[in-house]
């Protein structure tokens, strides 16, 4: 072959390179936003959640009622402590306490408080106890249900009530 002297005559190929670099920038890109989405949500998540329990110091409202075999109860009687009722239908949630706060204001707070034992199977209201199967006078059976803002809901004995939220506490057909 002889020394090229002059200006290169062929056309050069273009290089892969550059092409794979923005490629792998792109999906480096992708992934670190994605990263920092998560992150984000996570954040907003467990802030919102903090802010939706009640601080030492709060007096929030959720007003329940309990209907058995389709008859609402009269209040129950004024219970104590941070979690309680003045026998007026009303959960009372002012915590005092830091053990009294946040995840700790639960409904099954309440129910201690008012000597009231609710379980996903059974009531027990003033020493009388109904199980699920137990007969309403219609002589259909009953089984226990919590509903929360009208939605039936499990687990409910760790829920933390909101300021507002409608509590309904039933044993029915």
Same mark, same amino acid.
């Given at each position: 072959?002889?020394? !090229?002297?002059?200006?290169?005559?062929? =056309?050069?190929?273009?290089? !892969?390179?550059?092409?794979?670099?923005?490629?792998?920038?792109?999906?480096?890109?992708?992934?670190?936003?994605?990263?920092?989405?998560?992150?984000?949500?996570?954040?907003?998540?467990?802030?919102? %959640? !903090?802010?939706?329990?009640?601080?030492?110091?709060?007096?929030?409202?959720?007003?329940?009622?309990?209907?058995?075999?389709?008859?609402?109860? #009269? #209040?129950?009687? #004024?219970?104590?402590? /941070? $979690?309680? @009722?003045?026998?007026? /239908?009303?959960?009372?949630?002012? =915590?005092?306490?830091? &053990?009294?706060?946040?995840?700790?204001? @639960?409904?099954?707070?309440?129910?201690?408080?008012?000597?009231?034992?609710?379980? &996903?199977? %059974?009531? @027990?209201?003033? %020493?009388?106890?109904?199980?699920?199967? /137990?007969?309403?006078?219609?002589?259909?059976?009953?089984?226990?249900?919590?509903? $929360?803002?009208?939605?039936?809901?499990?687990?409910?004995? @760790?829920?933390? =009530?909101?300021?507002?939220? !409608?509590? &309904? $506490?039933?044993?029915?057909?």
């Amino acid at each position: 072959m002889w020394p !090229q002297t002059g200006p290169r005559t062929t =056309p050069r190929r273009p290089r !892969q390179a550059p092409a794979i670099k923005r490629r792998r920038r792109s999906w480096e890109l992708w992934i670190a936003g994605s990263v920092i989405a998560i992150v984000a949500a996570a954040i907003v998540v467990v802030v919102g %959640s !903090q802010l939706s329990r009640p601080k030492v110091g709060d007096h929030w409202h959720a007003p329940f009622k309990i209907i058995i075999c389709g008859e609402r109860l #009269p #209040p129950l009687p #004024p219970s104590e402590g /941070d $979690i309680h @009722t003045h026998g007026d /239908d009303v959960i009372h949630i002012h =915590p005092h306490s830091w &053990e009294t706060a946040g995840r700790n204001a @639960t409904i099954a707070a309440f129910l201690r408080s008012a000597a009231l034992g609710v379980t &996903e199977t %059974s009531i @027990t209201i003033l %020493s009388k106890t109904l199980e699920n199967g /137990d007969r309403c006078a219609d002589g259909r059976g009953g089984a226990v249900t919590v509903l $929360i803002n009208g939605m039936p809901t499990r687990g409910f004995a @760790t829920y933390v =009530p909101k300021d507002g939220d !409608q509590i &309904e $506490i039933r044993f029915a057909p």
